[in-house]
């Protein structure tokens, strides 16, 4: 071989943790990313001197790659983590219907305005639930009643098996007695914002993972992080100076378009025209010949895309694999921005339910907004939504946000906008764990990474993480002697908050909670678990949804170091990574809008940097879909094959 390059596509959180991981290994790297910025789904943009992320990506404790990616990046300091679960759940449409807001006294458990305060005690997972679980009023008794013997179940028994395939997680919880109101208003509530779909709609194996990683590997693996700065500052900025200093080459705006491998067993990775004149610098570890065809040669490759673009982009030697990768689906989230003139609530984060609105938090401070009060509210499994006009938000969710604040009723709404998110992350429904295929493929130095391959986890920044490192990973095998393997082995010990590896019979939490149990409650299906055996995929810690990465710099998107990447930190066998940029429809522009006459189309992706109009539809550019006619003449061999824009 020519080079001993290895190439990662895609700047998502995924392809930052591959880069990161084989530039601290000392491998020469280069990151192509389609986009002006690093960071995936994760990316910010400004919007009237205000930066403005694209959506929510709030994470838990038990996100532990994903907090050891921060520290790696000098960032950590820039979050903050709960010490004890403090969550507060905004029930207004459900109360309302209830006659439980207004007038009079409020019903104990609640406060003025339909909102539940819940925390979590120090009694032994999955016990804490319990005291969890009596404040939780917008459910009765029985209903609060039936949930932890529901989880006990969950936690005992085996979900991952390949006869649960095709089941869904609200099917499971509806013959283990949980109701619709249940359902929609204790684990919906909880569980969509991670899975980007419904209970009803949510694999299995998948959600159980969630479960048992966030509620009950241990009592305080649930608790909430969240970050004080822009999702620029805390993954694409910083993550682009430290693979500068490790002497990574990063390509901002280099569209790949087709990928192939020569006889010789190198790498050949084609990009489009318009990132052809952006070849590297002079001094950069690039091979001359191939640059000239508007090629990149390389010894490995991390394909770091969303599946759809995995499927489109795949060598033909991989053509049976990614038609399956095709057949994983996206999902959408959109999200909703309102900054009022003063502030309608001293709530940092909120939990809702009884509304399509998810989570709502107070963007203010890191906005860098100083009068008035900045909220963005998510909704997750936004199929209904994500094509509907400017209009029909403000007339739908300005009065549900009143109903949540009251304040907000009397406050003079100086900005509304929306962001869509079409293609957010991959839809974890029934059977989709057959088609995510491991970060390791039947071509030699050639790996996946993205939260869409196996890891038993949903499409989060906790996903797409432990991919990147498991992708990196199988690449520095490929590449090693069997000396240097054993020595890899022995340096890389894994993140510092590297949680240990699926358990395999009961930890200190299980044994204690159990003998507690025992009298308590009657776990259905649960004695057939064999000696209290988990949930291989549940017992690794997610993500979310989404989704999640990094985010452009407002007003300044392009990133302008180069970088490398530290050494892959080990991730137990359940890790992903969020998908990289070259997916066309990967991130929706965030819309301005004041009248409903300035609508014109649905948005594509908001360029980073962007001031955007505030009387306007905004539109700005996506990434262009990667073209079945540039793919065949890009490379010998290489046959273009009709991409496939999966749908939910």
């Not at 001359?288 to 010894?299: I, L, S």
């Amino acid at each position: 071989m020519t080079t001993d390059r290895v190439v990662v596509i895609g700047g998502g959180l995924a392809g930052i943790t591959a880069a990161l991981c084989l530039a601290e290994a000392g491998r020469p790297v280069t990151l192509l990313e389609a986009r002006p910025w690093l960071g995936g789904a994760t990316w910010s943009f400004g919007r009237h001197g205000l930066t403005i992320d694209n959506g929510q990506h709030a994470f838990l404790r038990c996100f532990t790659a994903y907090r050891d990616l921060l520290d790696r990046l000098g960032v950590s300091g820039l979050t903050s983590v709960q010490d004890r679960l403090d969550l507060t759940v905004l029930t207004a449409a459900s109360l309302t219907a209830q006659g439980l807001t207004g007038a009079g006294p409020t019903p104990a458990g609640l406060h003025a305005g339909g909102l539940v305060r819940i925390t979590r005690s120090s009694w032994p997972a999955p016990l804490h639930l319990a005291s969890l679980l009596t404040k939780y009023r917008p459910l009765t008794i029985s209903e609060r009643l039936g949930i932890l013997p529901a989880a006990l179940a969950m936690w005992l028994t085996d979900l991952s098996g390949p006869g649960l395939a095709q089941r869904s997680m609200g099917d499971w919880l509806a013959r283990h007695g949980q109701g619709e109101r249940a359902r929609s208003e204790f684990w919906d509530m909880f569980l969509e914002p991670f899975l980007n779909v419904p209970t009803d709609q949510a694999d299995l194996g998948t959600a159980a993972s969630l479960v048992n990683a966030a509620l009950l590997a241990g009592r305080d693996r649930a608790d909430l992080g969240m970050t004080s700065v822009p999702l620029r500052d805390l993954h694409a900025g910083p993550a682009a100076r430290r693979l500068a200093e490790l002497g990574a080459e990063v390509r901002l705006g280099a569209e790949v378009i087709a990928l192939g491998r020569e006889p010789g067993g190198e790498y050949l990775v084609r990009l489009a025209p318009a990132a052809q004149s952006a070849a590297a610098a002079p001094d950069a570890q690039t091979d001359a010949r191939a640059e000239d065809r508007g090629c990149v040669r390389a010894a490995a490759v991390v394909l770091a895309v969303p599946a759809w673009t995995a499927s489109a982009l795949a060598p033909p030697e991989l053509a049976a694999d990614a038609t399956a990768w095709g057949r994983i689906g996206p999902a959408p989230v959109v999200s909703i921005h309102v900054i009022y003139d003063i502030a309608v609530t001293s709530l940092p984060f909120a939990a809702v339910i009884g509304s399509p609105l998810r989570w709502i938090a107070d963007k203010t401070r890191s906005a860098g907004l100083h009068t008035g009060q900045y909220l963005a509210a998510s909704l997750p499994a936004a199929g209904r939504y994500v094509d509907a006009p400017p209009a029909s938000f403000r007339e739908r969710f300005l009065p549900e946000l009143e109903r949540l604040f009251p304040p907000a009723a009397s406050a003079r709404v100086e900005d509304f906008f929306v962001t869509r998110e079409r293609s957010a992350t991959f839809r974890p429904v029934p059977g989709s764990r057959a088609l995510r295929p491991a970060q390791r493929t039947a071509l030699d130095r050639f790996a996946l990474a993205g939260a869409w391959t196996s890891t038993g986890w949903p499409d989060t920044m906790e996903g797409a993480v432990r991919s990147g490192s498991l992708a990196a990973n199988a690449i520095l095998s490929d590449l090693s002697g069997p000396k240097e393997r054993e020595h890899r082995q022995v340096r890389w010990r894994g993140p510092a908050h590297q949680p240990a590896p699926p358990p395999t019979g009961p930890d200190d939490d299980r044994a204690a909670a159990a003998d507690a149990a025992a009298e308590a409650s009657t776990v259905p299906e649960a004695s057939t678990a064999p000696e209290a055996s988990t949930v291989p995929e549940a017992s690794t810690v997610p993500e979310a949804s989404t989704v999640p990465e990094a985010s452009t710099v407002p007003e300044a998107s392009t990133v302008p170091e180069a970088s490398t990447v530290p050494e892959a930190s080990t991730v137990p066998e359940a890790s992903t990574v969020p998908e990289a940029s070259t997916a066309p429809e990967a991130s929706t522009a965030p819309e301005a809008f004041t009248a409903p006459e300035a609508f014109t189309a649905p948005e594509t992706g908001p360029a980073p940097g962007a001031g955007l109009a505030p009387d306007s539809g905004d539109e700005t550019p996506s990434t262009p879909a990667v073209s079945p006619a540039k793919r065949a003449a890009a490379v010998p061999g290489q046959v273009g094959r009709q991409e496939k824009a999966a749908r939910p």
